[in-house]
């Protein structure tokens, strides 16, 4: 059971390319969601999604799009990547539980560096 | 709308002593509180729950009490470890319907020197 994994570990574009980001997990959960984490700022959500084949807007989702084709699987795509898009970037996922707590599951991080 | 006002860090302290991490909140609704903690190099994870008032959360020797009356999560060790050296993250989310999405606080880092 490898939880929540992401691909890649690392990564530095220039300004102007592309790239996507893949979040995989292997405990059926129904939502996934993309962070960002800058300095000074927490993490802020970009997108999420709450099933396979729907996905959603979060706080800051400009220049980003997503698409969740499997359920265990969601994808974030840079079309464009600028300089402010540096960050390390968090997938999680979790779904309902009777708790009522939804405690999301973290990946380990992407940093990604845009010059 | 909804918030999470964490202490500013980053917070240093010397190993034994004592540990408290201010977290407030505003919500529309009546949320659960969460901490969350990064070890350097890692994604969150969860620390520590609490889903309604006067729930206390616990874990690993981290305590936090759900305080509705002061809109306060505030998080406590009586005695840290180098070990404990994170950041630490508060966050709500508003209970009932489809609600499942965190908002996070921006985080506090703990040394803990030795």
């Known amino acids: 059971n490898a939880g929540v994994t992401q691909t890649p570990k690392f990564r530095v574009l220039k300004t102007g390319q592309s790239m996507t980001l893949l979040c995989a997990q292997d405990m059926n959960h129904e939502y996934m969601y993309w962070y960002r984490q800058d300095p000074g700022m927490g993490l802020r959500l970009i997108h999420y999604?709450?099933?396979?084949?729907?996905?959603a807007k979060g706080e800051v989702p400009d220049g980003y799009n997503v698409s969740r084709l499997k359920k265990q699987n969601f994808l974030l795509g840079l079309e464009s990547a600028a300089p402010s898009q540096t960050s390390v970037y968090f997938c999680?996922?979790?779904?309902?539980?009777?708790?009522?707590?939804?405690?999301?599951?973290f990946g380990p991080g992407t940093r990604l560096t845009v010059t | 709308g909804n918030s999470v006002t964490q202490m500013e860090g980053p917070v240093t302290l010397s190993e034994e002593a004592f540990l408290t991490i201010n977290c407030t909140y505003t919500?529309?609704?009546?949320?659960?509180l969460f901490w969350y903690v990064q070890y350097p190099g890692e994604g969150l994870q969860l620390l520590l729950k609490?889903?309604?008032?006067?729930d206390k959360g616990s874990n690993k020797g981290f305590e936090a009490t759900y305080r509705k009356e002061t809109t306060s999560f505030h998080l406590e060790k009586g005695s840290v470890q180098v070990s404990d050296s994170a950041v630490y993250f508060c966050?709500?989310?508003?209970?009932?319907?489809?609600?499942?999405?965190?908002?996070f606080g921006k985080g506090t880092l703990l040394t803990v020197n030795p």
């Open positions: 999604s709450v099933g396979e084949g729907t996905t």
């Open positions: 919500a529309t609704g009546y949320p659960s």
């Open positions: 609490a889903t309604k008032a006067d």
């Open positions: 966050a709500l989310r508003l209970s009932g319907g489809s609600n499942y999405k965190l908002t």
């Open positions: 999680a996922s979790n779904s309902p539980d009777r708790g009522l707590s939804y405690e999301q599951y």
